[in-house]
T-cell receptor, first 114, second 115 residues
Framework: GENVEQHPSTLSVQEGDSAVIKCTYS??????FPWYKQELGKGPQLIIDIRSNVGEKKDQRIAVTLNKTAKHFSLHITETQPEDSAVYFC?????????????WGAGTKLIIKP | DTEVTQTPKHLVMGMTNKKSLKCEQHMGHRAMYWYKQKAKKPPELMFV???????INESVPSRFSPECPNSSLLNLHLHALQPEDSALYLCASSRGTGGWNTEAFFGQGTRLTVV
């Protein structure tokens, strides 16, 4: 079955610097890759996603890249701000019979140092 | 509006109690999900409803009983829970369950404590 690995588990960066979180997946049939941000005590919030027919997508300070050949995708946050501190999860959508499910990475705790 | 609303936000219940968690969305989504999340872990899928029919039950114990009264509402009935069931319970919805339709929006969760 699908397996999603996420690295690093903790990332500490200086405010204003960039942060990169990487995920690899095992099922070459996976076709949808969302990223979620989860703040303490809240539910996961979808911040950006990418579909398998696209290599890169940007939304202001956030970008996601997908390398289907290598089966990995990455989240890039530029000009980090204190409010970017949170746990970030990657996921991959894979089929189970007639349904698709999200398989989640283990999460990355991002700490923005002032 | 990409809002999924869950009530209550917090719940403390005894092991002999019966309680229900509620979830509501008005995005016209036809798939709704219950997830369980333990501290410092990703969400774990429990149940999936597609077009108001239960399509996935991830081998969840029978003390958790889901219900989908209509396409906008999802309930999770709880009975005879154990302390290890204490967790954040998340509801989510998506347009469908096929491929790219799995863009899922989550509620804020119910923090459940079983005493």
């Amino acid at each position: 079955g699908e397996n999603v690995e996420q690295h690093p588990s903790t990332l500490s960066v200086q405010e204003g610097d960039s942060a990169v979180i990487k995920c690899t997946y095992s099922d070459s049939a996976s076709n949808y890759f969302p990223w979620y941000k989860q703040e303490l005590g809240k539910g996961p919030q979808l911040i950006i996603d990418i579909r398998s027919n696209v290599g890169e997508k940007k939304d202001q300070r956030i970008a996601v890249t997908l390398n289907k050949t290598a089966k990995h995708f990455s989240l890039h946050i530029t000009e980090t701000q204190p409010e970017d501190s949170a746990v970030y999860f990657c996921a991959a959508s894979t089929s189970f019979g007639s349904n698709y499910q999200l398989i989640w990475g283990a999460g990355t705790k991002l700490i923005i140092k002032p | 509006d990409t809002e999924v609303t869950q009530t209550p936000k917090h719940l403390v219940m005894g092991m002999t109690n019966k309680k229900s968690l509620k979830c509501e969305q008005h995005m016209g989504h036809r798939a709704m999900y219950w997830y369980k999340q333990k501290a410092k872990k990703p969400p774990e899928l429990m149940f999936v409803y597609s077009y108001e029919k239960l399509s996935i039950n991830e081998s969840v114990p029978s003390r958790f009983s889901p219900e989908c009264p209509n396409s906008s509402l999802l309930n999770l009935h709880l009975h005879a829970l154990q302390p290890e069931d204490s967790a954040l319970y998340l509801c989510a919805s998506s347009r469908g369950t096929g491929g790219w339709n799995t863009e899922a929006f989550f509620g804020q969760g119910t923090r459940l404590t079983v005493v």
